[in-house]
């Protein structure tokens, strides 16, 4: 008994009269129900739900925003591959004002296109859906695109 220190907690009559219920429904001492019940509570084995929600919420908001961020730059790389094989700048002293020109139109259709919440992933969709499928190339084998590329 050496080897306990001994403390008095002022608690409710209702639940003194708990603690001894349950204490001795498990056959257990006060003491060792109490202790036990403590040792629970100080060493945190309960999880803070709301704390867990809450970093939940900011990691979703933080995957909202980068995905956003991502459906901007697959926008702009749309526009800009549609502008470079629309038309390529012939060598010159005139070619750096066509291309800041070209830039410009750029930037003002993804702006113009994400502010109307058209996206890159719903047009491709919407493509897809609408163009019956290919058949394959001649004697069943399949196509190709490019140089060679199976498509």
């Known amino acids: ?30 003491s060792a129900y109490i202790e036990a019940g403590m040792r629970k509570y100080v060493e945190g084995d309960g999880v803070d739900e709301g704390l867990v929600v809450r970093r939940l919420d900011a990691l979703t908001q933080a995957v909202a925003k ?27 002293p005139d070619a750096r004002s066509k291309v ?3 830039f410009e139109q750029l930037l ?8 109307s919440g058209v996206r890159l992933s719903a047009s491709v969709r919407r493509a897809v859906a609408a163009k ?3 058949p394959a190339g001649p004697e069943g084998q399949k196509r190709t695109v490019g140089k060679g590329v199976e498509g």
Not at 66 to 92: H, I, N, R, T
Request: glycine share 4%; with cysteine.
């Open 132 to 134: 019956p499928p290919r």
């Open 66 to 92: 980068a995905q956003d961020d991502l459906e901007v730059l697959a926008q702009a790389f749309s526009w800009f591959a549609k502008f470079s094989f629309m038309v390529a700048p012939a060598p010159g």
């Open 1 to 30: 008994m050496r080897h306990r220190a001994r403390i008095q907690p002022y608690v409710t009559p209702e639940l003194r009269c708990q603690i001894a219920a349950h204490s001795a429904a498990q056959g257990v001492t006060e």
């Open 100 to 102: 800041d020109f070209l």
């Open 108 to 115: 003002a259709v993804v702006g113009s296109d994400l502010a």
